[in-house]
């Protein structure tokens, strides 16, 4: 099978200090994997890089495109890129404001997406709008609300609504409940797990927390310094952690 994503040798240099360091690794059809490190480990440049916000200094990005088949959207040309994070790719900030425009309504921040791509019937964009805010749990008499006006929790349901409505193959995800309320995140993990499901998302989960990814990935990767230090299945890498540091983010979970 060939790899939906194929990252390979991705590094990111800010001067001396190292962002990722040759970081390797294939993503297939229907995989979720999670990326997990302290503050500053990396995982975070390295989504970057991937999704197409940072270019790396060194590494490819290979993208198993569904026109041309794998490109390297390191070299993709940035109208490319661009198309390929309105259809094929979707990115979920921490920050619901970094994804959403909050002057807009909720019914126009999904419709926007749409147009993007290409749709132009009024009734047919708000029709979609409106199923996308009920399958993430967001009454259809909100369609005509901004952003402003609805909780943190709300906010970030909007903006994975905007996100999936296009249909995309591969989601990044960049701490997709941080901020939030522990019963507010537990409810956008449910619905997140839902959606990966029955969409059969490709994803890539960055985030401290190691319940959201035994939750939500299949694959797991631990990162320090730029580097990944251990990767394999997710319960494995959590139940019998292989490396000090890995054991310690484990144990330190547990204490808590």
């Known amino acids: 099978m060939t790899p939906l994503l194929s990252v390979q040798g991705v590094t990111k240099h800010y001067g001396s200090y190292i962002g990722c360091a040759d970081v390797s690794f294939d993503l297939y059809p229907g995989e979720v994997m999670g990326i997990v490190g302290e503050s ?8 970057n890089c991937m999704a197409g916000h940072l270019a790396p200094d060194v590494g490819e990005v290979v993208f198993d495109t569904r026109m041309d088949g794998p490109r390297d959207t390191v070299t993709m040309s940035e109208p490319e890129r661009r198309m390929l994070s309105r259809t094929d790719w979707a990115f979920v900030h921490q920050h619901a404001r970094d994804g959403l425009r909050m002057g807009v309504s909720a019914g126009g921040n999904v419709g926007e997406r749409l147009m993007a791509v290409g749709e132009r019937h009024y009734g047919d964009i708000r029709d979609q709008a409106i199923d996308w805010l009920e399958r993430v749990e967001i009454d259809a008499t909100r369609v005509d609300d901004r952003p402003t006006t ?6 970030q349901r909007l903006q994975i609504a905007r996100n999936l409505v296009t249909g995309p193959r591969l ?23 839902g959606l990966v499901r029955d969409m059969g998302l490709s994803a890539i989960i960055v ?50």
């Open 40 to 47: 500053g480990s990396g995982k975070s440049t390295l989504l």
């Open 150 to 155: 609805f909780s943190g929790g709300m906010q």
């Open 207 to 256: 985030t401290h927390d190691l319940a959201v990814v035994r939750l939500l990935a299949d694959r797991l990767m631990v990162m320090k310094s730029g580097r990944v230090i251990e990767a394999g299945l997710t319960d494995q890498v959590l139940d019998d952690p292989q490396h000090a540091y890995s054991q310690l983010l484990v144990s330190s979970v547990l204490q808590v």
């Open 171 to 193: 989601v990044f995800m960049d701490e997709p409940t941080g901020g939030l309320d522990v019963s507010v995140q537990a409810r956008l993990l449910d619905l997140l797990r």
